[in-house]
């Protein structure tokens, strides 16, 4: 699995779980420290380069991933 594939996992997810948790502030979801990783993990192979590419190709699975991901990275 990419790092792309295993952050829209994450994503759907954290999603979900917010939903579940009326949308608590990012640091609470159990997913946050596994997707922050994946950001500096990304950042470390391609820089923010790397994380701006991940964002789009993960919102386009779901619009609203981009926004919660601009929290999470």
């Known amino acids: 699995m990419t790092l792309v594939e295993r952050?829209?996992?994450?994503?759907a997810e954290a999603y979900k779980w917010g939903g579940k948790?009326?949308?608590?502030m990012v640091e609470k979801y159990?997913?946050?420290d596994?997707?922050?990783?994946?950001g500096t993990?990304?950042?470390?192979?391609?820089?923010?380069?790397a994380?701006?590419?991940a964002?789009?190709?993960?919102?386009?699975k779901k619009s609203e991933y981009a926004s919660m991901l601009g929290f999470m990275f």
């Open 30 to 32: 159990p997913q946050y």
């Open 51 to 53: 994380m701006r590419e």
């Open 55 to 60: 964002v789009y190709s993960v919102a386009e």
């Open 21 to 24: 948790h009326r949308w608590p």
């Open 34 to 38: 596994v997707i922050r990783e994946i």
């Open 7 to 11: 952050l829209a996992a994450e994503m």
């Open 41 to 49: 993990a990304l950042y470390s192979i391609g820089g923010e380069a």
